[in-house]
T-cell receptor, first 113, second 115 residues
Framework: NAGVTQTPKFQVLKTGQSMTLQCAQD?????MSWYRQDPGMGLRLIHY???????DQGEVPNGYNVSRSTTEDFPLRLLSAAPSQTSVYFC????????????FGPGTRLLVL | GENVEQHPSTLSVQEGDSAVIKCTYS??????FPWYKQELGKRPQLIID?????GEKKDQRIAVTLNKTAKHFSLHITETQPEDSAVYFC??????????????FGAGTILRVKS
């Protein structure tokens, strides 16, 4: 199993540009989520999904969109990039039922100029 | 909503000594408490977790304790080694209806083990 994969590893954007961060998992996990990691602030939840066709907002959703058309994929879209979105983005997945360990992808480092 | 506070923000210990990191949570409905280790430039990786029906859990040199009454839980690392140097995150989660596993993370602790 590849586990949780993310692409790209690193991206530079200009203010106002849009892009999609890809996340995929091959563990048949129902639950998938996106976090951003900023220095001194831990990991903050952006959006999450409990299954195909079901998504919801996390703690810091503004400026991001998600969709979940399949169990495997959970892309994160930046609509109009801003310097405040410079961060490291992690995707994670887990089984939904009960409290289960989440497994993280390798991360995408995003720089918005 | 849930709030998780983590202390200390940095911790330096001598190799072989013990390290303790403490977290407090605000939502008494939280029932799952994982700890993650993140090495520089890498992804967070689960090292140990505990559920609210258990007071303590051990895995070799790592242990976690939970005090539900006081709403705090701690990570204990004994006989620290240089490879334990990393950022450690605590988190809390509660089961929402039949689905959901939203984790709320602490801000992290930078652990440095000096040899």
């Amino acid at each position: 199993n590849a586990g949780v994969t993310q692409t790209p590893k690193f991206q530079v954007l200009k203010t106002g540009q849009s892009m999609t961060l890809q996340c995929a998992q091959d563990m048949n996990h129902e639950y998938m989520s996106w976090y951003r990691q900023d220095p001194g602030m831990g990991l903050r939840l952006i959006h999450y999904s409990v299954g195909a066709g079901i998504t919801d907002q996390g703690e810091v959703p503004n400026g991001y969109n998600v969709s979940r058309s399949t169990t495997e994929d959970f892309p994160l879209r930046l609509l109009s990039a801003a310097p405040s979105q410079t961060s490291v983005y992690f995707c994670a997945s887990s089984y939904s039922r009960g409290a289960k360990a989440q497994y993280f992808g390798p991360g995408t480092r995003l720089l918005v100029l | 909503g849930e709030n998780v506070e983590q202390h200390p923000s940095t911790l330096s210990v001598q190799e072989g000594d013990s390290a303790v990191i403490k977290c407090t949570y605000s939502d008494s409905a939280s029932n799952y408490f994982p700890w993650y280790k993140q090495e520089l430039g890498k992804r967070p990786q689960l090292i140990i977790d505990i559920r609210s029906n258990v007071g303590e859990k051990k895995d070799q040199r790592i242990a976690v304790t939970l005090n539900k009454t006081a709403k705090h839980f701690s990570l204990h690392i004994t006989e620290t080694q240089p490879e334990d140097s990393a950022v450690y995150f605590c988190a809390a989660s509660k089961r929402e209806e039949e689905y959901g596993n939203k984790l709320v993370f602490g801000a992290g602790t930078i652990l440095r083990v000096k040899s």
